[in-house]
């Protein structure tokens, strides 16, 4: 190999793990800031359904041991590099921890999830969110590490397989446990209403990026709400080909519609590894796109049902909701004639 080829490589080596650190950097910086107000408080109360078809009840485990709940998705590169730690991390505190995986129900099916056990070979209990508990611990990365104490209370959040998490996990193993003493809980979250075709809708508002509040279910004209991530087309580019190929064809077919000025047109982008800037970026490099908004809680991602990108939501002149197309879905140029005609 030649100087010159060998100081080319040599300089792509240095930049991609320059990337690789930054990123790393970045996701550790989003869980502290999504941490910061948890730390202390109460754990909510949770029953999740486990990948095996039965139930864990967070209620019941607080104040006997601690437990750890590690957000992850099939799709997300980190959480991929760091399982074989986690898979270690079960075997060494499983019994001394509540260790439980805990996928995040964004873009993932059952069957991807249980795939990637086999795949990977984990033994810790797999259990499946819908959306409910990532809400109220402030998801947003993946991976999310959550530690809580045997006292119930919220320890650490974290992003990196690294020595603080390790650190933690030492400190909350060796608390002892609440015993006979009542644990705090955090406050009970109400359902969110999901609503359905033909239901009207009230109370949802979102916030433009330019400041603009769109008030959902409003009569008057058709709507249509994309549901999507900025980092989709990209991101997604290798670890879910079939999704990125989907949110590229969806961010067209709405480009080149929402030129027709007939209906109201809204991109709704998921608070999970998205800031106001990134997805302002996100306008700047595709033009032309119908106006963003940032669901910056994922309360608009609940009250549809949504939990696959990209997906459309198609509301009548009445607000009511007409039709939802999910990620393979076509014909959107049918179904907005459809509604135009009600």
């Given at each position: 190999?030649t100087?010159?080829?060998?100081?080319?490589?040599?300089?792509?080596?240095?930049?991609?793990?320059?990337?690789?650190?930054?990123?790393?950097?970045?996701?550790?910086?989003?869980?502290?800031?999504?941490?910061?107000?948890?730390?202390?408080?109460?754990?909510?109360?949770?029953?999740?359904?486990?990948?095996?078809?039965?139930?864990?009840?967070?209620?019941?485990?607080?104040?006997?041991?601690?437990?750890?709940?590690?957000?992850?998705?099939?799709?997300?590169?980190p959480?991929?590099?760091q399982?074989?730690?986690?898979?270690?991390?079960?075997?060494?505190?499983?019994?001394?921890?509540?260790?439980?995986?805990v996928?995040?129900?964004?873009?993932?099916?059952?069957?991807?999830?249980?795939?990637y056990r086999?795949?990977?070979?984990?033994?810790?209990?797999?259990?499946?969110?819908?959306?409910?508990?990532?809400?109220?611990?402030?998801?947003?990365?993946?991976?999310?590490?959550?530690?809580?104490?045997?006292?119930?209370?919220?320890?650490?959040?974290?992003?990196?397989?690294?020595?603080?998490?390790?650190?933690?996990?030492?400190?909350?193993?060796?608390?002892?446990?609440?015993?006979?003493?009542?644990?705090?809980?955090?406050?009970?979250?109400?359902?969110?209403?999901?609503?359905?075709?033909?239901?009207?809708?009230?109370?949802?508002?979102?916030?433009?990026?330019?400041?603009?509040?769109?008030?959902?279910?409003?009569?008057?004209?058709?709507?249509?709400?994309?549901?999507?991530?900025?980092?989709?087309?990209?991101?997604?580019?290798?670890?879910?080909?079939?999704?990125?190929?989907?949110?590229?064809?969806?961010?067209?077919?709405?480009?080149?519609?929402?030129?027709?000025?007939?209906?109201?047109?809204?991109?709704?982008?998921?608070?999970?590894?998205?800031?106001?800037?990134?997805l302002?970026g996100?306008?700047?490099?595709?033009?032309?796109?119908?106006?963003?908004?940032?669901?910056?809680?994922?309360?608009?991602?609940?009250?549809?049902g949504?939990?696959?990108?990209?997906?459309?939501?198609l509301?009548?002149?009445?607000?009511?909701?007409?039709?939802?197309?999910?990620?393979?879905?076509?014909g959107?140029?049918?179904?907005?004639?459809?509604?135009?005609?009600?």
């Amino acid at each position: 190999m030649t100087l010159p080829r060998i100081i080319a490589v040599a300089v792509a080596v240095v930049a991609f793990s320059s990337s690789v650190a930054s990123a790393a950097d970045d996701g550790a910086a989003r869980a502290a800031r999504a941490g910061q107000p948890l730390i202390g408080q109460p754990a909510p109360a949770a029953v999740l359904r486990t990948l095996d078809g039965g139930t864990i009840d967070l209620a019941a485990k607080y104040g006997r041991k601690p437990v750890y709940l590690k957000f992850w998705a099939t799709w997300c590169v980190p959480c991929r590099e760091q399982m074989p730690g986690f898979e270690r991390i079960y075997q060494q505190y499983g019994k001394r921890i509540d260790v439980v995986a805990v996928n995040v129900g964004f873009s993932d099916t059952e069957a991807d999830v249980r795939a990637y056990r086999t795949r990977h070979g984990l033994t810790m209990p797999i259990a499946l969110d819908d959306g409910s508990l990532g809400r109220r611990l402030n998801l947003r990365v993946t991976p999310q590490h959550v530690l809580i104490g045997a006292d119930g209370r919220i320890a650490y959040v974290g992003h990196l397989d690294d020595a603080a998490l390790h650190a933690a996990l030492d400190r909350i193993a060796a608390a002892r446990p609440a015993g006979a003493q009542p644990v705090a809980l955090a406050p009970q979250a109400a359902a969110p209403r999901v609503f359905r075709v033909g239901d009207k809708v009230d109370g949802v508002d979102l916030a433009t990026l330019d400041g603009t509040t769109a008030a959902i279910g409003t009569a008057g004209r058709p709507r249509a709400l994309v549901f999507f991530s900025p980092w989709c087309e990209t991101y997604l580019r290798a670890s879910r080909p079939a999704t990125a190929q989907a949110c590229r064809r969806v961010r067209g077919d709405a480009t080149r519609l929402a030129k027709n000025g007939n209906v109201d047109w809204l991109a709704v982008a998921a608070p999970l590894w998205t800031s106001p800037a990134e997805l302002a970026g996100y306008g700047k490099t595709h033009p032309g796109t119908p106006p963003l908004a940032l669901d910056r809680d994922g309360a608009a991602f609940a009250a549809f049902g949504i939990h696959a990108i990209p997906s459309v939501v198609l509301f009548d002149a009445r607000g009511r909701v007409a039709r939802v197309l999910g990620p393979q879905d076509r014909g959107l140029d049918q179904a907005l004639r459809a509604i135009a005609t009600r």
